[in-house]
């Protein structure tokens, strides 16, 4: 993927955040303050605009203004926390303008590592964690395999996919959500659906 390509996924993936906004928001308010939907598809809606002259630039000056204006625009955790991981990509990809699936990898693993350190929290908590890093082992264990990248993502996205589901079965211990303790449990975790959201989007464009 060039630079083109890959504003052209974010823009993407904004739209997604629109379409699954409704829903989003809706498992939010079962098990906190009822508003990520509504966040992530304004956030993503500044994105888009902040980045489509950015044409011209390498990928990790893209994917850091992303982060930036995702801090800026998206209220609650989400906008810290996915605007660190748009953060740490770009400086995984600074200076390329190239991006292939090793690239992804390692913007994925140090998405994970930006997420752990930003919000204190490990995989388990009922967190976007729990699909974040099923989908980056996935991933990894099918490049190892000799799959191709789109095969590999796709592996990524049926382990995020198992991950929110296993957010139904845990009681949150971060997050607003943890404030209503065991009764989170039998809800699916908002941030990790909207990471699996995003991967999608990645997925089908490869």
Request: hydrophobic residues 40%; proline residues 2%.
């Amino acid at each position: 993927m060039n630079t083109e390509q890959v504003i052209g996924i974010i823009a993407l993936m904004g739209k997604r955040m629109e379409q699954e906004k409704e829903f989003l928001t809706d498992l939010d308010n079962a098990i906190a303050d009822g508003d990520h939907g509504i966040n992530m598809a304004r956030g993503f809606a500044a994105v888009e605009a902040k980045i489509a002259p950015l044409g011209d630039k390498d990928i990790g000056t893209v994917l850091k203004t992303a982060g930036m204006t995702l801090v800026s625009a998206v209220g609650g955790s989400a906008g810290p926390l996915y605007g660190t991981a748009f953060m740490r990509s770009g400086v995984v990809m600074n200076g390329k303008t190239e991006m292939n699936i090793a690239d992804l990898t390692a913007c994925l693993k140090a998405s994970v590592e930006g997420v752990m350190q930003r919000g204190k929290a490990v995989k388990g908590e009922k967190t976007m964690l729990d699909s974040m890093i099923p989908a980056l082992e996935a991933i990894e264990n099918g490049i190892n395999g000799g799959l191709d990248s789109k095969d590999a993502v796709l592996c990524g996205v049926k382990a995020a996919r198992e991950g929110v589901e296993y957010t139904k079965t845990i009681a949150a211990t971060k997050g607003r959500a943890s404030y209503i303790g065991e009764r989170s449990i039998g809800h699916q975790d908002p941030g990790a659906t909207s990471f699996t959201y995003l991967l999608e989007v990645i997925a089908d464009a490869l």
